[in-house]
């Protein structure tokens, strides 16, 4: 079972390689990447704004990841315009 | 870096589905510093000239190929079952299949869906790389893990390029599961010893303009953006940097590598700039040699000369060496005689043709029978359109034929080549013109697909035509219709972007209105052919494709005048038996220049406008060369620069012609010392200077760019020094030269024109009937029949009414009981008639008359409208009252009585008709019924209703204005028949109106300091009365003209008149003195200056800027006056067949019934 979520993450990753990610005061650690992919937003449902500066976009990874003996499948996702990291679905 | 080639890149010229623009694709290649970029658009090459033009200027190497859908059942219904692959041309033999490819999609399976075979790729892979990418059923079968379905798809794709030229394609666009992807497809190439290539599959430029492809594949697949159908949710399919590629592959680097190897084996290069003579004759399969051309050339020429009677002509003998050299030098034969016997196929076809522009001005052309207009005769120069130093186009020839036969003569231009070789690949084709998209269309499809509510995106879509996305909020404060919008501005601030981005992408191909392509026997390797809707091949190029690849086009436009023309001289000949030949009439016959000198030219070619009529009294022509003048005058420059007033001051003797050198004299005496033509110009230049008359066009031509001026004076001066002229010689033939330059015309141009403006002048003089038979038949001119109607009846051609029995599809001659030819009214223009209709009522009447109305519906089966529209207009008169025949249609139709075609029948009606004793249709509803179903006043003219009321005002009849004095106050009423709005001089606005009054036509000049009291009326109203001050121009029976100071509706002054509430005092007093006030200063400034107008009226000769030729017909639908609040313009149509009251026009125009233009011609 996959739950949603959309809380902010932290992610080490010292030269682009992602290594670990911190999540309610926890740190995973990354084991496998398994696969990147990227979202665009529904730029045409923007409130206000111009899709001509560009649409928002996110890039998405799954990878293997574990804390202490908790460990799963995760999403974790980043906007690529402010860089910030969420995490985005737990696989169990 | 490592180098890397984009060889999957999809232009605009994907229609709906590719962003990037060519221009943009050449210099972004470059500043990624690329060094060769693929053009691989979706099943066509029409951007192939373009994108090499683009690449040539920015250093970059193209690539020509195409994304290409094959399939074998070319069944819309069976497109999930097609393929899509990239191929691309390696070499020149590789192009050309490229080419035959797109053509065989294009003619498999419906119009607008290509769709190419297997077997076609099959036999045309020769130098192609074929690449299969994710969209390939090779990459869709591994996509879903059916690798043995992709082995066996390879293995056919193979079998057509072999390993050296088939490649795996691997591209990311970012999206789940592509690495997996990737691995599998690039294990499979391994296995299969296949090479595998990245690209990128890009359709635009950045991601900034990646949102573009989703609007765009909105638009294609006509559905509201969503995200659950996005086809492209990554916006990653951009023209990415060799760096940005190399992040995505850089760990299979042979990947990039092999798109630089691809590129590199790539060597197709379109060959632009230079001339691409047709060989002759076409089909052989060598060129006879340059020499035998000649000679076939010069022998057909010399036949001409004896032909022409010119054989002992020394001019002609010389004028043919010198040009038949010229040809020779520039490799032109094949180009004459093809178009030669082309004309010559046409003219056998019985339809009348004629050469226009600059190539009249060249003997061959008239040798050979292409033009019929002398050069030597007119004095023309053959290097205006033939120039030795411009070696890079082929002169243009444009060809008028009868509009009415157009396609015929398509049809037989096509066939002509075919012939040949009947199964072989056509050499001549139509050609393309992209349609863009425009602002308004725009808005429109963006509004859709961003699933705003169409009605309001319409409503702004009409409002803003030109608005921009950065001008929305002020336009929201400016403007009331925005706010009242229900779109918020965030909605709009997005619909205004998206267009205004999407502004000028091309949306399809379409069918160029006239040009013909005319190849060699290889065209069908120079270009792909498509299929247009009549079924022509058409090439995907277009015009500027077409020149810049020195193709030879030609323009054949449909001329509706020719058709007149043509139904005159066979109207003549059926109803008189007289047989007439308008090439061999006399073209100095008096009686035929007295019309024109009377401006009784409504409906003839070229200078039957009010401007023109005006012209005409004016200049009054009284030899053809004097006609040659006038059309060239005509124009905005000449207006503007004051050139007709010096000419027709020293024409009339006013003023005394001055030559600055005697040389001179010898080419300005025919214009009276004033420049009027480029020929004059080019021999101006050609005297001073002592340069060849081409070089003297290549100066011309850029006498009107203001950079190279001065450059050209000096040389101007330095070489007419050098030649012995003096300084004050020199000075005023530059400034003459120098500012009527680019105002002058091409003498050439207007001497071919003259022709059909002669021939409809010397039809309306001597064949009237037939003339107004003609041009009721085909409308060529810019007023609307009832217009026509009215000035047959001014002319003594009496209009026969719409009769069932005498009626024919088209306007006949017809001679009336006492012996003079009228005209019948046709059946085409009944209201809502079909062709099919039409057609069944003369094949039955063929066999005997109709007998009544049961016997039309029995044998003609036409419809009830249709019906009921020729009872209401009189076509049945001679079998009873309109009303009783009217209740007895809606009887049958009710099913009270037997429906038509029953047995019975006709006994019932025979009864039925005398029984109901309805009242009869008074004069002024058979008008009123004339104008809903035919849109003419047959029997009565309008005005004729509104005597009492004119006579109350005292309203001068147009017959009466002439014997007014000069500034006399009058009031002139009518119908309106034409209003033009065009740019003036001054920049001030001017209306001109044209009031009918059925004794003739009133012209009325509304300037900008009445328009607050009369603009709307004119624009509005369809009777009008006008007062104003009367002006004559010209000298005995020149133009009268009234300059307006007030107007109103004339049906609202009659039922005020009725109502005796009219005071007819204050019409004639209302604002009079003020407008005296205004006059004497106006007069008292220009004392004061000293200045002499030109024109005697003071308002200057007021030409409609663009008004060349009448492409114009009486809008229907939406109006559009210049001036005229949009929201208001249309008119409200009254409702048919409502109650009338002694009036026939009491609710407005009962159609669009007068011509309206603004600025542009073809309003």
Known sequence: ?92 | MRPFVHLNVRSVYSFREGAIRLDELATATRAHGMPAVALTDRDTLAGAVRFTQACDANGITPIYGARLTVGDDPDPAKADERTMITVLARDDAGYANLCKLITAAHHNGERGDPCASRADVARYSRGLFGLLGPGSDVGRALEARRDDDARTYLRGWLEAFGFHRTRIEVATHLRPGDRGRIMRTLAFADENRVTAVATNAARSLSKADAFLGDVLDAMRNLVPIADHHRIDPTHEATLKTPDEMDALFGWRPDLLDESYAIADACSAHLRLGKIQVPNYPPGTARDPDARSLNEMLARRCIAGLARRGLANDPRARDLLEAELAMCARLGFAGYFLTISDLVARVKRMGVRCACRGSAAGSLIVYLTGISEVNPVEHDLVFERFMNPHRTTELPDIDLDVESARREDVYREILGAFRAVDPDGPPRVACVAMVDTYRARGAIREVGKALGLPQGEVDVVAKSFPHISASGIRAALERLPELQRSSLNLGQLEMLFGVAERLDGFPRHLALHPSGILIGRDDLFRVTPLERSAAGFPMSQFDKDDIEALGLLKLDVLGVRMLSSLTHATREIARATGEQVDLDTIDREDPATFDLICASRTLGTFQIESPGQRELLAKLEPRRFKDLITEISLFRPGPVRSDMIGPYLLRRHGHARAAYAHPEVRRFLAETFGVIVYHEQVMRAISAVTGCDLGYADLVRRRLDRADTLDEIEAWFFAKGRANGWRDGEIGPLWREVASFASFGFCKAHAAAFAVPTYQSSWMKTHHPAAFFAGILTHEPGMYPRRTLIDDARHEGVPNLPLDINASGATYAVERTPDGTLGVRIALQHVDGISTDEISAIVAAREERPFTGLADLCRRARISRPTVEALIHAGALDAFGRRRDQLLLVSEFWAGRAPKPGSTQQELVLRESVTEFGLRAYTDAEKVRAELEVLGVDASRHVVSFYTDVLRALGATPSRELRKQRQGARVMVAGVKVASQTPAVRSGQRIIFITLDDGTGLSDATVFESVQEHCAYTVFHSWLLVVRGTLRKTGAGRGGISINAERAWDLSQLAREHKAGSLDIDALWTEGVAEIEEAERARVAARRGRGAVPVVPDGAGPLVPIGERQPRYRPRTGEVDEAGAPAAAAAVPLPARRGPIEGEPAAAGAPRKLWHASGGSAGA
Request: charged residues 30%.
């Open chain 1, 1 to 92: 079972m996959a739950k949603r979520y959309h809380e902010k993450i932290e992610v080490e990753a010292p030269d682009g390689q992602i290594e670990a990610f911190w999540w309610r005061g926890n740190r995973y650690g990354v084991k496998q990447v398994l696969g990147r992919w990227r979202e665009t937003g529904e730029w045409w449902a923007a409130e206000q704004g111009s899709p001509w500066a560009g649409a928002q976009q996110a890039e998405f990874l799954r990878i293997e990841a574990a804390s202490g003996r908790h460990g799963g499948t995760f999403e974790i996702v980043r906007d690529l315009r402010s860089g910030a990291w969420a995490l985005h679905r737990v696989y169990d």
